[in-house]
């Protein structure tokens, strides 16, 4: 399970504690609750619909420091399920 989908886990569980989270055996996953599968659908939307331009803020041709840390950004920012693009 991903970051997004424990931190999904976790706000409906507090917000909606009657939901059923249980996990379907079924690829994709999925829950057991036609409700809580819906949630999950848009929670999961609303990430996909993040997406962050590096291309102002670093150059493809960075080397040492800041290549490093260009890589270490995206990196975090994808565990939290936000996308990252340099066009």
Do not use: N
């Not at 409906?12 to 609750?33: G, H, M, N, Q, V």
């Not at 036609?34 to 493809?60: G, K, N």
């Not at 840390?69 to 066009?87: A, R, Y």
């Amino acid at each position: 399970m991903d970051k997004s989908q424990k931190d999904f886990e976790h706000w409906i569980e507090a917000e909606r504690p009657k939901l059923f989270l249980d996990l379907l055996e079924t690829y994709p996953t999925r829950y057991s609750d036609p409700a809580t599968e819906r949630l999950w659908q848009a929670w999961q939307a609303s990430r996909q619909a993040i997406e962050i331009d590096l291309s102002d803020c670093f150059s493809p041709y960075d080397c040492g420091d800041e290549a490093v840390w260009i890589d270490q950004l995206k990196k975090q920012l994808s565990v939290k399920g936000i996308k990252t693009t340099e066009d």
